[in-house]
Nanobody, 121 residues
């Protein structure tokens, strides 16, 4: 019923930018939080950006000031604008939605397949 598909990853040099997209299919009665996570080999998965249903945003200290999370409700799409990328940003980035599907009374986590971001000179 619900599917999240990330895109926009790739290989860039330090200081360059990328814009990730997450297209969400399926109907929701409520979306509480949308988040972008990332995970590098050997590292814990970490939340780098979140966006609540009322529009509040939070960012990890490591990306604060460089990343921006946004949504386009008309296109059912969540974006992560990443500026001034650094080698330590290299990871697989995942889109996550915590909410309730239409017709359901259960809140669930929904995940995309991930998109690779590599920052290297």
């Amino acid at each position: 019923q619900v599917q999240l598909v990330e895109s926009g990853g790739g290989l860039v040099q330090p200081g360059e930018s990328l814009r990730l997209s997450c297209v969400v299919s399926g109907r929701f009665s409520i979306v509480n939080v949308v988040r972008w996570y990332r995970q590098a080999p050997g590292n814990q998965r970490e939340s780098v950006a979140s966006l609540t249903r009322v529009g509040a945003t939070t960012y990890a200290n490591s990306v604060n000031g460089r990343f921006d999370i946004s949504r386009d409700n008309a296109k059912n799409t969540v974006h992560l604008q990443m500026d001034n990328l650094k080698p330590e940003d290299t990871a697989v980035y995942y889109c996550n939605v915590f909410g309730r599907r239409a017709g359901s009374d259960v809140f669930e986590d929904f995940w995309g397949q991930g998109t690779q971001v590599t920052v290297s000179s």
